[in-house]
């Protein structure tokens, strides 16, 4: 099994700011890594796939980058409903994803 | 637009089997090209995925819950379903269906709304 870390748990960023998210594979998925953002009581929305492809309806303000072991997720000028818990997933075999992080306000 | 929906018993006890269907409405499901998905979240977790089936019947299951899981297709209903056997605490969740669509790679675009499954006597 692949094992995704995101760091960091919890990140407080101002409004406007910039946030960067961090995932760490346990061995190599290539591109094969996507983003997904969660609201409380909602179901995920996937953001990014193949690591830096942003999906349809999804602002530019979220971008992906990376390959191999490690990604990061970078929310430029973060609006008030962007402060939710983002996850990463890996699909270079079967499914798995990271344990979240939480992006609060400051 | 599509949408997905998750539906069945919100307890079940300890070394039942959990079922559950997701009904799909918006037209992808007949078009064979998407891979249905069931997706938990644990509570105060991250998300596991659980397996796939395709239009045609074929599955692709979780290595870790692979023993305990039937994923079924009923094309005439638009529908989907998970059974997983013997179930017990840890297998308390928010159930989730979700599609990947072609090139079905693992990339979730449509999710149910979740169904909070409880595992209980």
């Known amino acids: 099994e692949i094992v995704m870390t995101q760091s960091p748990a919890t990140l407080s960023v101002s409004p406007g700011e910039r946030a960067t998210l961090s995932c760490r594979a346990s061995q190599s998925v290539s591109s094969n890594l996507a983003w997904y953002q969660q609201k409380p009581g909602q179901a995920p929305r996937l953001l990014i796939h193949?690591?830096?492809t942003r999906a349809t309806t999804i602002p530019a303000r979220f971008s992906g980058s990376g390959s191999g072991t490690e990604f990061t997720l970078t929310i430029s000028g973060l609006q008030s409903e962007d402060f939710a818990v983002y996850y990463c997933q890996q699909y270079n075999i079967w499914p798995t994803f990271g344990q979240g992080t939480r992006v609060e306000i400051k | 637009q599509v949408q997905l929906q998750e539906s069945g018993p919100g307890l079940v006890k300890p070394s039942q089997t959990l079922s559950l269907t997701c009904t799909v409405s918006?037209?992808?499901?007949?078009?064979?090209?998407?891979?249905w998905n069931w997706i938990r979240q644990r509570p105060g977790k991250g998300l596991e995925w659980i397996g796939f089936i395709s239009y045609t019947g074929s599955t692709y299951y979780n290595p870790s819950l692979k023993s305990r899981i039937i994923i079924s297709v009923d094309t005439s209903k638009n529908q989907f379903s998970l059974k997983l056997s013997s179930v017990t605490a840890a297998d308390t969740a928010v159930y989730y269906c979700?599609?990947?669509?072609?090139?079905?790679?693992?990339?979730?675009?449509?999710w149910g709304q979740g169904t909070l499954v409880t595992v209980s006597s």
């Open positions: 193949g690591a830096s």
């Open positions: 979700a599609r990947d669509p072609p090139p079905n790679t693992f990339n979730f675009d449509y």
């Open positions: 918006g037209g992808s499901f007949s078009s064979g090209d998407y891979y």
